[in-house]
């Protein structure tokens, strides 16, 4: 069984910083992707940003420039940085992790309960 727990939401004003954190752990082979998705009120979830065991990250359009993913492989963990918030950037925040639970498994993604992160002043 894999664990994944996030921390570090909350409320800021907007042009403020927040950093998040995740953490897998348990039946782990091997991570993957680790990535972060938010899905804000009356919104799907969408992706903000992920990142490859080898450190090659993606974002989502709208975080460019302001957001930023990274990773220790060695905690199993990953981060965003968030820079520049904006209201628009109120959501749930979920981590996600792909993960192999033994050599040769197919890899699967595991999801943390999320976390909130309110932008307002």
């Known amino acids: 069984q894999v664990h994944v727990v996030e921390s570090g939401g909350g409320l800021v004003r907007p042009g ?3 950093r998040l954190s995740c953490t897998a752990s348990g039946s782990i082979f091997n991570i993957l992707t680790m990535g972060w998705y ?3 009120p009356g919104e799907r979830r969408t ?3 992920d ?3 080898g450190g090659h990250a993606s974002y989502g359009e709208s975080v460019l420039d302001r957001f930023t993913i990274s990773r220790d492989n ?3 963990t990953v981060y965003l940085q968030m820079n520049s918030l904006k209201p628009e950037d109120t959501a749930v925040y979920y981590c996600m992790t792909d993960v192999q639970v033994t050599r040769g498994s197919p890899p699967f993604d595991y999801w943390g309960q999320g976390t909130q992160v309110t932008v307002s002043s």
């Open 38 to 40: 938010r899905r804000g």
């Open 51 to 53: 990142i490859t065991s």
């Open 47 to 49: 992706l903000v940003a």
């Open 74 to 76: 060695d905690k199993s």
């Open 16 to 18: 403020g910083s927040l």
